[in-house]
């Protein structure tokens, strides 16, 4: 049975630093990534990376967020910087072998200004 297991959201101020882990089990994944939902909006991307390093950033977070993934370790990691209050939602950890894909439960990330 697969599972996703987040860690690292929490409350920051704006221009603070905040870093997302999310571990896999019950198989490997081509693509893991992460997404978010602030209230009232729609989820969205935010940062993908695939088995073979091949990374995708939303255009909100170029510059600012780092994805990287450890493939030993099954785990995927999302290094914020300079965030912004605009930054803040549910941020949820995503794996996919298509046609399947897997979210984890979601973690807060609240950033003050």
């Given at each position: 049975?697969?599972?996703?297991v987040e860690s690292g959201g929490g409350l920051v101020q704006a221009g603070g630093s905040l870093k997302l882990s999310c571990a896999a089990s019950g198989n490997s994944f081509n693509a893991m990534g992460?997404?978010?939902?602030a209230p009232g909006k729609q989820r969205e991307l935010v940062a993908t990376i695939t088995s073979g390093g091949r990374i995708n950033y939303a255009d909100s977070v170029k510059g600012r967020f780092t994805i990287?993934?450890?493939?030993?370790k099954n785990t995927v990691y999302?290094?914020?910087s300079s965030l912004k209050p605009e930054d803040t939602a549910?941020?949820?950890c995503n794996a996919r072998n298509l046609p399947y894909t897997y979210w984890g439960q979601g973690t807060q990330v609240t950033v003050s200004s």
């Open positions: 049975q697969v599972q996703l992460w997404y978010r939902q990287s993934r450890d493939n030993a999302l290094q914020m549910v941020y949820y």
